[in-house]
Antibody
Framework: EVQLVESGGGLVQPGGSLRLSCAAS????????MSWVRQAPGKGLEWVAN????????YYVDSVKGRFTISRDNAKNSLYLQMNSLRAEDTAVYYC????????????WGQGTLVTVSS | QSALTQPASVSGSPGQSITISCTGT?????????VSWYQQHPGKAPKLMIY???KRPSGVSNRFSGSKSGNTASLTISGLQAEDEADYYC??????????FGGGTKLTVL
């Protein structure tokens, strides 16, 4: 059974940092592109970043470029999102999601982890 | 990277059909057959319902169908059921390995 389990969310002050993790199981993690998608409270979905199978390519939405870094450790079946210089507008539930087959649709999602940026 | 445009809400009675539109531009929806649709119930993670415009993942009811014309994609749900009540999001490839979501549509089953 495919499982994605996020962790690392919490309350952080503006300007602070947080590192999210996503533990994958039930599939060959190293064979898939992976993404982070976020959802602000009461709002819609927003794609944040993705990373190629071997980590050689990474892409970001404009609003997080230079502040967030996506990475992965295929030996640990884990995906990460390092978030720096956090802003109030980064407050959201962050989901990790598997790219189904390189077509940028997401066939499996984690349960999400809440990040709250507030003083 | 502007969000795709969806109606805020749609509604229908059990057994009826509804269609949710998703309007993008020639840089996203209009250029690629890489539109997907997601269903999200309150407090739950999104679920993939349609990918590559009109393909259904295994396990998704054939009451759900997708199509595209020009810069607009559509999701049609036929034989509406109470459990279809949820938020629905479209998503399109937008070039440079990035994607853009729609603002979401709340479906109410009357």
């Amino acid at each position: 059974e495919v499982q994605l389990v996020e962790s690392g969310g919490g309350l952080v002050q503006p300007g602070g940092s947080l590192r999210l993790s996503c533990a994958a199981s039930g599939f060959t993690f190293s064979s898939y592109w992976m993404s982070w998608v976020r959802q602000a409270p009461g709002k819609g979905l927003e794609w944040v970043a993705n990373i190629k199978q071997d980590g050689s390519e990474k892409y970001y939405v404009d609003s997080v470029k230079g502040r967030f870094t996506i990475s992965r450790d295929n030996a640990k079946n884990s995906l990460y999102l390092q978030m720096n210089s956090l802003r109030a507008e980064d407050t959201a539930v962050y989901y990790c999601a598997r790219d189904a087959g390189g077509d940028l649709s997401f066939d499996y999602w984690g349960q999400g982890t809440l990040v709250t940026v507030s003083s | 990277q502007s969000a795709l445009t969806q109606p805020a809400s749609v509604s229908g009675s059990p057994g009826q059909s509804i269609t949710i539109s998703c309007t993008g531009t020639s840089s996203d929806v209009g250029s690629y057959n890489l539109v997907s649709w997601y269903q999200q119930h309150p407090g739950k993670a999104p679920k993939l319902m349609i990918y590559e415009v009109s393909k259904r993942p295994s396990g998704v009811s054939n009451r759900f169908s997708g199509s595209k014309s020009g810069n607009t994609a559509s999701l049609t749900i036929s034989g509406l059921q109470a459990e279809d009540e949820a938020d629905y999001y479209c998503c399109s490839y937008a070039g440079s390995s990035s994607v853009v979501f729609g603002g979401g549509t709340k479906l109410t089953v009357l």
